[in-house]
């Protein structure tokens, strides 16, 4: 393996506590090289799963991390003008097919369409990359491999995937965990016991009923795991969830106070 390769490898077992079958299912879509697509809430381990996943497959991994001002050239490569004069950079989608590596673009709908079509020849019978203005196509390597997420909630019209891309993807759906299950990788994440995890999910139960009634989104696992490890170095219970869950969720001083109130009610 390269040193290229060997940079992008995952080399410790980043922990992942499946909810279902996605771990098989991930590995048969990898063994027939199908692109996929993971869809769900912020922070509830869509990036963690990944990881886990290029691990336990022991292929490298590179992220990338999409935004509205994201070009083609951003991810595919352009050329740069240095003291020697012009030389070609590979973008981060191109190193992953050079290499086979599983690239995984993240919130890949914020990226625009004109963007976003570069990748339809890498995820049909194709598998190739045009580097249009390099003048190579280049054949992906066997072990490429294209990931992305989205977050189903936030599209508007105009934001959303073609059913062109869409319709090239396998995917899996994500969710926050049952509460038994998201206390238990609470508790393993952090190292606070599993009584105290288990009160965290249920303020993340209350916030979670309130969306759409005031609230976008819920308390997600990413905030519980924050509030965790507040209470594991030491600060109070009811101080921790009010910095780690209520406070980044909304501005709303009602839906804060009731929150506030659903921790007084778990922690008082
Ligand atoms: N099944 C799980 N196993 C282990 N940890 C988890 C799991 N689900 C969530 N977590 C915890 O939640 C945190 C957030 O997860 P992650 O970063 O994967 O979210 P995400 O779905 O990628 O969110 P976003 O859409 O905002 O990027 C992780 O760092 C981890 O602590
Ligand atoms: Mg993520």
Same mark, same amino acid.
């Given at each position: 393996?390269?040193?290229?390769?060997?940079?992008?490898?995952?080399?410790?077992?980043?922990?992942?506590?499946?909810?279902?079958?996605?771990?098989?299912?991930?590995?048969?879509?990898?063994?027939?090289?199908?692109?996929?697509?993971?869809?769900?809430?912020?922070?509830?381990?869509?990036?963690?799963?990944?990881?886990?996943?290029?691990?336990?497959?022991?292929k490298?991994?590179?992220?990338?991390?999409?935004?509205?001002?994201m070009?083609?050239?951003?991810?595919?490569?352009?050329?740069?003008?240095?003291?020697?004069?012009?030389?070609w950079?590979?973008?981060?989608?191109?190193?992953?097919?050079?290499?086979?590596?599983?690239?995984?673009?993240?919130?890949?709908?914020?990226?625009?369409?004109?963007?976003?079509?570069?990748?339809?020849?890498?995820?049909?019978?194709?598998?190739?990359?045009?580097?249009?203005?390099?003048?190579?196509?280049?054949?992906?390597h066997?072990?490429?491999?294209l990931?992305?997420?989205?977050?189903?909630?936030?599209?508007?019209?105009?934001?959303?995937?073609?059913?062109?891309?869409?319709?090239?993807?396998?995917?899996?759906?994500?969710?926050?965990?049952?509460?038994?299950? +998201?206390?238990?990788?609470?508790? =393993?994440?952090? *190292?606070? %016991? /599993?009584?105290?995890? !288990? &009160? $965290?999910?249920?303020?993340? +139960?209350?916030?979670r009923?309130? =969306?759409?009634? *005031?609230? %976008? /989104?819920?308390?997600? !696992? &990413? $905030?519980?795991?924050?509030?965790?490890?507040?209470?594991?170095?030491?600060?109070?219970?009811?101080?921790?969830?009010?910095?780690?869950?209520?406070?980044?969720?909304?501005?709303?001083?009602?839906?804060?106070?009731?929150?506030?109130?659903?921790?007084?009610?778990?922690?008082?």
């Amino acid at each position: 393996m390269s040193a290229d390769t060997e940079q992008y490898l995952v080399k410790q077992e980043p922990y992942y506590q499946p909810q279902e079958d996605e771990i098989e299912l991930y590995e048969a879509a990898y063994a027939e090289r199908l692109p996929v697509m993971i869809k769900g809430p912020t922070g509830c381990g869509k990036s963690r799963f990944v990881e886990h996943m290029a691990w336990r497959l022991g292929k490298p991994l590179i992220t990338v991390a999409c935004n509205e001002d994201m070009t083609a050239s951003d991810l595919v490569g352009r050329y740069l003008l240095d003291s020697e004069g012009t030389r070609w950079l590979d973008g981060p989608l191109t190193v992953a097919a050079r290499i086979g590596a599983i690239c995984y673009l993240d919130e890949v709908v914020e990226a625009r369409q004109d963007t976003t079509v570069v990748i339809h020849p890498l995820t049909d019978h194709r598998r190739t990359l045009p580097l249009d203005k390099k003048g190579e196509v280049l054949d992906a390597h066997e072990n490429f491999q294209l990931v992305i997420s989205y977050n189903p909630g936030y599209q508007s019209l105009m934001k959303d995937l073609k059913q062109s891309t869409k319709q090239r993807f396998s995917a899996l759906d994500f969710d926050y965990a049952p509460s038994a299950l +998201e206390a238990s990788i609470i508790a =393993k994440e952090t *190292g606070i %016991d /599993e009584e105290k995890a !288990t &009160r $965290l999910v249920k303020i993340g +139960e209350t916030a979670r009923n309130l =969306k759409g009634h *005031g609230l %976008d /989104e819920g308390i997600s !696992t &990413r $905030l519980l795991v924050y509030a965790a490890r507040l209470v594991k170095r030491g600060i109070k219970p009811r101080a921790a969830c009010r910095m780690a869950l209520v406070r980044p969720i909304t501005d709303d001083k009602d839906i804060v106070a009731t929150l506030d109130h659903a921790i007084e009610a778990v922690f008082g």
